[in-house]
């Protein structure tokens, strides 16, 4: 079964940066669209950000300005840059991928593949 694979998690200080990495164990995604979704203990999961398989990019609103989505250049893969970090950003980071439309580009019911996630904290 097709996985998709996350890495570039950690501990960060507040106001630091990590950036986040997704890629396939197998096949394409590239007529996909691919996410990111976090879940903090004790949250249900929630949406982050999302590149559209046409290109267009939408984020959470907590994290507009702060955090970049972007593919690969063979739109097989997806990062996550995370800018100035809050204590409140820390979660477990899940990358998605999905035949997703655009107004349901947020929800995570429109995706059918999941990576296992990693850790992200940020803490002083």
């Known amino acids: 079964q097709v996985q998709l694979v996350e890495s570039g998690g950690g501990l960060v200080q507040p106001g630091g940066s990590l950036r986040l990495a997704c890629a396939p164990s197998?096949?394409?995604?590239?007529?996909?669209?691919m996410s990111w979704f976090r879940q903090a203990p004790g949250k249900e999961r929630e949406f982050v950000a999302a590149?559209?398989?046409?290109?267009?990019?939408y984020y959470a609103d907590s994290v507009k300005g702060r955090f970049t989505i972007s593919r690969g250049s063979d739109k097989n893969t997806v990062d996550l840059q995370m800018e100035t970090l809050i204590p409140e950003d820390t979660a477990v980071y899940y990358c998605?991928?999905?035949?997703?439309?655009?107004?349901?580009?947020?929800?995570?019911?429109?995706?059918?593949?999941w990576g296992q996630g990693t850790q992200v904290t940020v803490s002083s």
């Open positions: 590149s559209s398989r046409t290109g267009y990019t």
């Open positions: 998605a991928a999905g035949r997703a439309i655009l107004s349901s580009i947020r929800s995570p019911d429109a995706y059918n593949y």
């Open positions: 197998e096949g394409t995604f590239r007529d996909y669209a």
